[in-house]
């Protein structure tokens, strides 16, 4: 979706280096999802935020949506090969033509992690 | 068992054949969506139902069509197949609750020749 604008679109880190990934939105987000994806496969579920502020982390990912709802970014700590895939954020929204929600992604950001 | 089951897990077809895809849950989620994921791209959203009898179309459904058979299986059929249809397909879930997640299949590769 145009809506939602991911960057970088890939990233190559070296081990045990921190990297950011930012979501952003034209339009205020009420629910931003981040999901992992190794390369073809199933989504994983990593975090929710909801509130302007909020701040959630789990191992070494933490996530943050800023005060305006419009941007949010993920952050990993000193990645690990583990960490590599595709990451998406996914946007609770309502949709156009209906006004019922359903998530809507960016284009993810891949990522390679090398030893 | 797995929340949200897809089958077939793969398969390769060739063009001008009709193909369905096959999604059941077990979360008892009255909302159930179907993607579409190209390399490169996030997932786009190709039809959408909200109950058995509230069935939409979404962000790309030309050359598909769904059938919500239950609550709890919902199938996305391309009628003749192309080769451009080649993708990833996601079927997912929600409970329609702001706040609540949504539970995603292990996704469906297919491959039209």
């Known amino acids: 979706s145009q809506e939602l604008e991911q960057s970088p679109q890939s990233l190559i880190v070296q081990e045990g280096k921190n990297l950011t990934i930012n979501c952003t939105s034209s339009?205020?987000?009420?629910?931003l999802y981040w999901y992992k994806q190794k390369y073809g496969e199933g989504l994983i579920f990593l975090m929710m935020l909801q509130k302007g502020g909020e701040e959630k982390s789990h191992e070494k990912i933490t996530a943050k949506l800023d005060e305006k709802k419009q941007q949010s970014s993920l952050h990993i700590t000193a990645s690990q090969p583990s960490h590599a895939g595709i990451y998406l954020c996914?946007?609770?929204?309502?949709?156009?033509?209906?006004?019922?929600?359903?998530?809507?992604f960016g284009s993810g950001t891949r990522l390679q992690v090398q030893p | 068992d797995a929340d949200v089951t897809q089958t077939p897990r793969n398969r390769i077809t060739k063009t001008g054949k009709r193909i369905m895809l096959e999604c059941s849950q077990t979360k008892g989620h009255d909302r159930m969506y179907w993607y579409r994921q190209d390399p490169g791209l996030g997932l786009r959203l190709i039809y959408y139902s909200f109950d058995v009898k509230d069935i939409n179309k979404g962000e790309i459904s030309d050359g598909y069509s769904v059938s919500r058979q239950a609550q709890a299986k919902f199938s996305l059929s391309l009628e003749s197949a192309i080769p451009n249809q080649t993708a990833l397909y996601f079927c997912a879930t929600s409970e329609g609750v702001r706040g609540d997640g949504y539970t995603f299949g292990s996704g469906t590769r297919l491959t039209v020749v």
């Open positions: 339009k205020t987000l009420y629910g």
């Open positions: 996914g946007a609770d929204r309502p949709l156009v033509d209906t006004g019922r929600r359903a998530l809507t």
